[in-house]
């Protein structure tokens, strides 16, 4: 495994504060759709345009929704047919679908 390329200090805290930037717009998006102000079919539009959403694990999303926990998003996962690792920006328009019809029970 090759190792990282070294980086200046500034380059580093520079990739810090990018990550730190990142976990929190990444929070904000899951508290959105645990409070119902950002629905899963708006989140799934966004990710084309939002880097945050779209690097977002599938499962992650799903366990974000109120009415799932763990158990139950892993469950929609398999019935659909997606790989737990798959990100949101890798779905396929027939994934998509399938996503909302199956979560809007």
Known sequence: MPTPPA???EQRAAALAKAA???????L????????????????DRAATDEVIGKMRVLV???SLPAL???????VLDQV????????????IHQRV???RVTSR
């Open 98 to 100: 399938d996503l909302l």
């Open 7 to 9: 980086l200046t200090p």
């Open 61 to 63: 999303l799903l366990e």
């Open 29 to 44: 998006i899951k508290r959105q759709l645990k409070d119902g102000s950002l629905s899963l079919a708006e989140a799934l």
């Open 81 to 92: 047919g997606i790989a737990e690792s798959r990100r949101v920006q890798g779905l396929g």
């Open 69 to 75: 926990g763990k158990v139950k998003a892993r469950r």
């Open 21 to 27: 930037k990142v976990r929190k717009d990444r929070a």
